[in-house]
């Protein structure tokens, strides 16, 4: 990325992330939200610690930017946004415990079942999940789209989607997949997620089917190329630049692209995946710019 669209999106992604962590911090206050009882202190507080942490905001900032392409509005966008991060979160707080990648940081800081304990880990997890769905079910929108929404929601992060691919991560240690097996698993544990956030732009704003499968294939495209740098990432970064441990799933004899075919191919299969994502952008023309920069972002990050 040269230095100017570099500058350009890391502002733009910083002031996006500033804007979500507030809507994050509101959705999760202390106060009772309509139908609640009570929100009690340490679940909450275990969920925040989980939630608001400086994270980069990746995943909700194409599901702003792809609504933003479509003229959608504003409020509706931050909120999908919000409770996609909110899935996103919660897989991290239990893909963390003893008994998945077992991990004592997060982003520089102690995971939750090392801030709290590991039943308040898993109760976090489940009360960030649920609330996603809460966000998405108020967000004010026609009853179509807020149907499709869950919906798509919900098969990005469950058995078909992100907690699938998961549970073939965890597979894999035991049993290595073969190359197709590697790219299955990652379109569902990572990519799931990513496509989501890409297409629902147009839904939020209604747009066209056609529109909705050219920015759900430049999210597979991306997804597989923010898979592909973890992995890289995994091989060749330190665990101060990371904010978490590294080599782990080499150590834990885990298959990954990166580790199959090294280094230099994988570069080479990112640089080919930032073309194609920037292609399917080309007929939204300088409207598409953010999501552009984000696409040779994911294949150029080091944290």
């Not at 900032?61 to 919000?82: H, K, N, R």
């Amino acid at each position: 990325m040269k230095g100017d669209e570099a500058d350009h999106f890391t502002a733009a992604l910083a002031a996006a992330a500033r804007r979500v962590e507030q809507r994050l911090d509101a959705l999760l206050a202390i106060h009772p939200q309509r139908g609640e009882i009570a929100r009690p202190e340490r679940l909450l507080a275990a969920m925040r610690h989980g939630v608001l942490n400086g994270g980069k905001r990746f995943r909700p900032f194409l599901v702003l930017e792809s609504a933003a392409l479509f003229g959608a509005e504003p409020a509706a966008a931050m909120d999908v946004a919000a409770a996609l991060e909110c899935i996103h979160c919660y897989s991290l707080v239990h893909d963390d415990l003893p008994a998945m990648d077992d991990d004592d940081l997060r982003r520089g800081r102690p995971t939750v079942h090392r801030a709290y304990d590991e039943a308040t880990a898993i109760l976090a997890g489940d009360a960030l999940l649920t609330l996603a769905f809460d966000i998405v079910a108020a967000v004010e929108l026609p009853a179509e789209r807020r149907v499709a929404l869950v919906s798509m929601l919900a098969r990005a992060a469950g058995l078909g989607g992100m907690a699938g691919g998961q549970m073939l991560d965890l597979a894999a240690e035991r049993d290595a997949p073969d190359e197709a097996g590697i790219i299955r698993l990652q379109a569902m544990k990572t990519g799931a997620l990513i496509r989501f956030a890409c297409e629902a732009g147009p839904v939020i704003a209604g747009a066209s089917g056609e529109h909705r499968e050219r920015l759900a294939a430049f999210g597979e495209a991306i997804g597989l190329a923010f898979q592909l740098a973890d992995d890289l990432l995994d091989l060749t970064a330190s665990a101060e630049t990371m904010g978490k441990a590294t080599g782990k799933d080499a150590a834990a004899g885990k298959a990954t692209l990166a580790a199959l075919h090294g280094p230099d191919w994988t570069r080479r299969q990112l640089a080919g995946l930032v073309a194609q994502a920037r292609e399917l952008l080309a007929p939204y023309g300088d409207g598409a710019a953010l999501l552009s920069a984000a696409a040779r972002f994911v294949a150029d990050r080091r944290s």
